[in-house]
Each structure stands twice: as structure tokens, then as C-alpha cells.
T-cell receptor
């Protein structure tokens, strides 16, 4: 009965590889997010989707591409991985604006290590 | 643009004592939410408490309570009877009720001393 799940939880890969992180929520939320948390714990929003539509696309390298096949899923694909991509990536979901309480529910995070 | 500021990078508290974590925010909106999230070493982000801006009454969840000062744009978290399990990074967050963006502070690392 996990609310927001992410796979994998740990990902170790070499520079130049392509990898994907999957996210699913069973809360019925319309809005999903990807965050990057760096080594200093700072949370930076990367993308946000509302009903499968991209609504926030912060300044991230275009090697990062989100995909939302339906409103319960938001995957993150990363091409040509670099050392600086090493971080913890969080998926989150919330109600859409004006639809009720706006707290975000987070997945467990994916620790990506690029060697 | 909205900003959230946590001016205390680190705090410590003796077990069973009370500690207050500070948060200020900047907004021109009137309809918004404020949150405190806890991130223990397990890295899971856990919602601790929420406050709707239109409510004057301060939110309370067991040992956690907030002091919401709307005019001053201040939203502090008070943890009473601190326990070892409270040791974590605490993030203050802002969300507009009409916009899509969430804004997080830089976090306060809380240590609980036995």
C-alpha cells in the first residue's frame, strides 16, 4: 500500500551510460514532481507534470527527460551520465492547484552514483 | 518569486527538552500552505505538520507545533519533549494554492543529545 514508490532505490553506473528511474503513485494525485537533492541536502525541483502535461521544467541539462505515460507514473531518463549527476533523486506527488491540501508525498528516493 | 529561508543550518537539543526551528518566507500571495518536513538518515521525506494560511490557529501534531505569524511571514516549528528519533534534517516548505511550484528552505540539521 505504498503511496509513492520509486525504483530502483540505489543505482551505481559509469559515466556515459543511460539510465532510468521509475515512479508510481497510488494516491490519485494529478501532479507529480522530480527533485534532485545534492550532497548538501538542498532540494531542487527539476520537473513537474499535471495530468501528464509538463508544467515545470527548471533549468536542467537536456540529458534529463521526464516521461509521464499516465497521471500515476512519472519516469526520469538520464542520458550520457556525468559525475555531477550523482545525487539522490526524489519523486513526489500532490493534489493539483486549487484541488485541496497541497502537501507533497515523497517516494523513498533513488541514490544515483556515477563512477 | 517566493523564497523560503531557514537561517539555522544546525541545531541541537537535549533529550526531553524543547527546541524551536525558524523559517521565514516571502510571498505576495494570500492563499498558500506552509509545511515542515523531516528527513531522517533513512532519507525518506516525512510530512511533520501543515498550516493553511487562512487559518489563524496554529497547527499542532502531538509534540510538534508551529508558530505562524502571517504578517511577519514567519513559520517556526516547536518540538517539545525531544526524542532521539527526532534527530533529522528539517525542511520548511511553501506552496501556493493556485500555482504549481513548491519552495523548500535549505534545511536545519537537528541533533538530539542523550
Amino acid at each position: 500500500d505504498t503511496a509513492v514508490s520509486q525504483t530502483p532505490k540505489y543505482l551505481v553506473t559509469q559515466m556515459g551510460n543511460d539510465k532510468s528511474i521509475k515512479c508510481e503513485q497510488n494516491l490519485g494525485h494529478d501532479t507529480m514532481y522530480w527533485y534532485k537533492q545534492d550532497s548538501k541536502k538542498f532540494l531542487k525541483i527539476m520537473f513537474s507534470y499535471n495530468n501528464k502535461e509538463l508544467i515545470i521544467n527548471e533549468t536542467v541539462p537536456n540529458r534529463f527527460s521526464p516521461k509521464s505515460p499516465d497521471k500515476a507514473h512519472l519516469n526520469l531518463h538520464i542520458n550520457s551520465l556525468e559525475l555531477g549527476d550523482s545525487a539522490v533523486y526524489f519523486c513526489a506527488s500532490s493534489q493539483a492547484p486549487g484541488q485541496g491540501l497541497r502537501e507533497q508525498y515523497f517516494g523513498p528516493g533513488t541514490r544515483l552514483t556515477v563512477t | 518569486a517566493q523564497t523560503v529561508t531557514q537561517s539555522q543550518p544546525e541545531m541541537s537539543v537535549q533529550e526531553a527538552e524543547t527546541v524551536t526551528l525558524s523559517c521565514t518566507y516571502d510571498t505576495s500571495e494570500s492563499d498558500y500552505y506552509l509545511f515542515w518536513y523531516k528527513q531522517p538518515p533513512s532519507r525518506q521525506m516525512i510530512l511533520v505538520i501543515r498550516q493553511e494560511a487562512y487559518k489563524q490557529q496554529n497547527a499542532t501534531e502531538n509534540r510538534f507545533s508551529v508558530n505562524f505569524q502571517k504578517a511577519a511571514k514567519s513559520f517556526s516549528l516547536k518540538i517539545s519533549d525531544s526524542q532521539l528519533g527526532d534527530a533529522a534534517m528539517y525542511f520548511c516548505a511553501y506552496s501556493s494554492n493556485t500555482g504549481n511550484q513548491f519552495y523548500f528552505g535549505t534545511g536545519t540539521s537537528l541533533t538530539v543529545i542523550p
